[in-house]
């Protein structure tokens, strides 16, 4: 009996968890190819979420200061320091708008009216009145925003016009606002 049992395992065909058919085949080859496509759609769609930033608000370009005569001589105003990144300087013969931004490594400095200077809290650069780096790491001095007296008399600030120092810019056109009263 033994041989009898050996002989029909023998002849059986070989157990196989599955056999797929042609119709099985290509249903699991189309459920691979719908994952494949969303997935790819996925990714897609955050490399394009990338390209658009998370900001909402960005502070304008260009602004009223005020009129020049709200302004006292040989004083820093930080009026507009914190909403627009300027600090508005009035000197004896006219106005400049110094960026509040220290050109070292980006930190912002604190105008310390006792010692008549601007210093960085970061790495401890220095700047005079003018702007003018005078001690620490900062490697040039603050940069200057255009300035102009608008048609209704207030004081024009345009952040888009970046003047530097080392560049000779200081000099030129819109960098300086002349005004004696």
Request: glycine share 12%; charged share 20%.
């Amino acid at each position: 009996m033994a041989k009898a049992e050996e002989q029909a395992r023998e002849n059986e065909e070989p157990l196989h968890p599955y056999k797929p058919s042609r119709r099985g085949f290509f249903s699991v080859l189309g459920l691979g190819w719908v994952a494949f496509t969303g997935a790819s759609a996925g990714l897609l769609a955050g490399m394009v979420r990338f390209l658009f930033p998370n900001v909402l608000y960005e502070p304008v370009q260009t602004f009223r200061a005020g009129y020049p005569s709200e302004y006292a001589v040989d004083v820093v105003d930080e009026r507009f320091k914190a909403k627009y990144g300027v600090w508005i300087v009035r000197i004896k013969d006219g106005f400049y708008a110094l960026s509040t931004v220290c050109t070292h490594l980006g930190c912002t400095p604190n105008w310390l009216a006792a010692d008549r200077k601007f210093k960085c809290p970061c790495h401890g650069s220095g700047f005079v009145m003018s702007g003018v780096n005078v001690e620490g790491p900062a490697p040039r001095p603050l940069e200057r925003f255009g300035i102009e007296l608008g048609p209704d008399g207030q004081i024009v600030i345009d952040k888009t016009r970046v003047f530097r120092q080392e560049k000779g810019q200081w000099g030129l056109p819109g960098s300086f606002l002349e005004y004696t009263a």
